[in-house]
């Protein structure tokens, strides 16, 4: 009922004015509130239980996007014939607790067992053995130790963890940590058995996650291993089994009407997943999404329904909204395999995330783009007037962590636009509905139409700076 009365809104709508810049604007060149809202009490609702990352609520968001990709007159672009696309996801699941063996300093077998003298913060492998190597981060910054097993410690905790991560991602094949508690909590954590990390089918490597063997000691054990010579070979092993699931893209295109301009094609991204059911917080045990990602996703499909019905643009625009983006950007992985268009003839994707609040830290109305300095993009959209700042969290890394990067990788010019502003319902059940700024929303997403419109019918083919390309 509410698509079938929206429709019939339309043909009222349209009308023809010229606007800035001499183009040709249309009365549908402008945000539909009520479809902004619309979107987002589907997709953020409780009965999406958190659209979790290769779930079966993750196809209903793909199936709900996919319909109204249909409703706008944007073509399928997906698995035959459809607009879903769907991606085999593996994941090594255990069956049992793991445990460390190694030679004590009288040469006896030594085992630890899960729950007691450890822990496992993340884990990349089920098995995996490599000789100890100590770090004391209080004595200066640690070295890479590839194909190690490092014992990282030091006076403070968060400075421990973060030379842990670094070490982790630096071709470590395992990093220990030094976790204070009593043995109750050990056994506690235990209860459950540690997630591995997932992959598409094929890879052994996500796009975005961190492949990394974290784990946790007692302060005894790790006084023990303090004991131990370096060099001392540590072996994990757990016993496992493989599961496999299936993530959903949802992937339609608008064929542009210029054949001069077919090899450089727009694409407008998104992800549709988030973190489903989890941890209950202040009883609330489902994770929404509603700024990450709902509220990119709406934007992507306001700019399919306003492009759709509008004149035909002069280039080809792709519209994806992807699958498990939150487990490595998997979704996202598998378009950039199995693209509707050659790669090479995608000429900018612009990924939306995170817009459903304004960010104090850039001025009201503004929106901001990952890797400002890299490319001409930004600054391109922002004579159209967009209303476009550079990324004001550069520590954060944001350029690095989501879709846009995947493709970026790939050469494609790709960035994010986001107004997050480090709020503290990030990733957290509270992220819900409750917090919207939907006049913020709209703003947002009218503030791109003019810009977004004029990209689709120039020739404006965006470059990465010198130096700049990921
Ligand atoms: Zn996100």
Redesign the pocket.
Known sequence: MKRAARLLLIPLLIGCSFGAHGQVQTETDRVCAPCVRAHMEFLASDAMRGRGSATHDELLAATYIASELRAYGIEPAGDSGGYLQRATLVRRKLTGPPQITFKGPNGASVTWNYGKEFLVSHLAQENFSAPLRKVDIDKGEPEAAPGTIVLVVGSDPKKVRSAASALGNAGTAGVIVVRTADPAYFEEAARQLPDLTIHLEGETRSALGVELNLLEVSAEAANILQELAEDTTLHFEAPSTTEESYTWNAIGMLRGSDPALRHSAVLLSA?LDHLGVGKPVNGDDIYNGAD??ASGTTAVLELARVLGTGPRPKRTVIFALFGS?EVGGLGSMYFREHPPIPLRDLAADLEF??IGRPDSAVRPGALWLTGWDRSNLGPALAVHGAKLVGDPHPKENFFER?DNFVLAKQGVVAQTISSYGLHSDYHEPSDDLTHIDFQHMDKAIGSLLGPVRWLVNSRFVPQWKEGRKP
Do not use: K
Request: without cysteine; negative net charge; aromatic residues 0%.
């Open positions: 992800h990450d990602d983006e995330e995170m989501s």
